[in-house]
């Protein structure tokens, strides 16, 4: 439940309280979980396979977050399977939210021919 505090003026201001914020820890545990169930069926790279496989994953951890209680949280879940080949990938991203309310978290998981980086981002709606 979202607290009303006022800022001197005669406006309010709505204030999330700290205990409500989802933990980045409750995330990555999500996270973790879901990529070491569906990234073990993947022993090698196929581009059919790992597209129906990154759906899969992204989905699957969109709805176990939207189960963990935060109902006013929007999830937003992206991840990227590709192919070892001994080459360094990097991946970044910016995003222009709250932070006193919204946070992020990321996992990867690799074996000798697949790699996969699932991001999730959780954004209050006031």
């Not at 990234?39 to 709805?63: F, H, P, Q, W």
């Not at 109902?71 to 360094?88: A, M, N, P």
Request: glycine content about 4%.
């Amino acid at each position: 439940m979202t607290d009303l505090a006022t800022d001197g003026s005669n406006n309010s201001v709505i204030k999330l309280p700290y205990k409500e914020k989802i933990p980045v820890s409750t995330m990555r545990d999500v996270l973790k979980q879901v990529l070491n169930e569906k990234m073990a069926s993947l022993i090698s790279y196929e581009g059919e396979k790992c597209n129906e496989t990154a759906k899969l994953i992204a989905d699957t951890v969109r709805n176990r977050l939207k189960h963990c209680g935060y109902d006013r949280y929007k999830f937003v879940v992206q991840v990227l399977i590709g192919e070892r080949r001994e080459q360094g990938v990097r991946m970044g991203s910016r995003c222009f939210w709250d932070s006193n309310t919204d946070n992020q978290a990321s996992e990867y998981i690799t074996n000798d021919h697949v790699f996969c980086t699932a991001t999730a981002y959780a954004i209050y709606l006031y």
